[in-house]
Each structure stands twice: as structure tokens, then as C-alpha cells.
């Protein structure tokens, strides 16, 4: 999901391997997104997503371009730049229960919109 100020669209992308039909592909996506909503990820998921985020968090504080670029997308998305130090922690707090929640609430298919690109000569339709 793009950071911004405004409201925006949460995206999935797929790339089929060679002879799949997209629509198998959109079929195989659906399921996995469904299963979510249905029973959630696991606690060694999340926890894997978690660590990703704040290994991403503490390599942008590297440097000093990256420590000001940091600190101004946390003031200009959250509100504050403060959030940046609590950050790790409003990681944690994040549970299997959330996650679920979300895409029962975010991820249906009233909400969703879906497109193929296909290469012209991959284009059989």
C-alpha cells in the first residue's frame, strides 16, 4: 500500500508463471486473501512481516538522508515525527486479530477491481 496523504488502494500483484492462465492465478490469489479473512495469519508471519518492518525502520537511519527523509515521512504521513520513536512498539502491538479483521472489513470483492496485463503476443483472448 503507497504511503500518502489521501486516501488509497491497497495492491496485489501476481505474475503467472509460463502456460497459467491469469484467471488461475486471480483464482489462487482470491483463496489466499479469503483464507486470511477466514482464519487469519500465523503468529510466525506476522512476527516475520514485523521484524522485515523494523529492519526497514533502522536502515533508513543509516544515513543523514535518510534519517531526515524518515523523520519527514513520519510528519508528513502520521502527523508527528515523534511517531518514528515509537515506532517498534506500534509494531508489536500489531496481532494475528488485526490483520484479520482488516481484510474481512478491506478485502472483498465489492472492493476489489482486477487487471490482466498480458503481452500481444501472450494475448489469446
Known amino acids: 500500500m503507497p504511503e500518502s496523504i489521501d486516501p488509497n488502494l491497497f ?12 484467471e488461475i492465478l486471480e483464482a489462487e490469489m482470491v483463496q489466499i486473501i479469503s483464507d486470511i479473512a477466514q482464519n487469519g495469519v500465523s503468529e510466525r508471519e506476522l512476527q516475520k512481516v514485523k521484524n522485515q518492518k523494523l529492519v526497514a525502520l533502522y536502515s533508513s537511519l543509516e544515513t543523514i538522508d535518510g534519517k531526515s527523509n524518515t523523520l519527514g515521512t513520519y510528519e508528513m504521513y502520521f502527523g508527528d515525527y515523534k511517531k518514528m520513536f515509537s515506532a517498534p512498539q506500534s509494531y508489536e502491538q500489531l496481532t494475528v486479530a488485526d490483520i484479520q479483521r482488516v481484510a474481512q ?12 496485463l498480458m503481452s500481444p503476443e501472450n494475448n489469446t483472448k
Open 11 to 22: 495492491y496485489f500483484y501476481g505474475v503467472a508463471s509460463p502456460g497459467t492462465a491469469p
Open 105 to 116: 472489513k478491506y478485502f472483498t470483492k465489492n472492493n476489489s477491481t482486477v487487471g490482466y
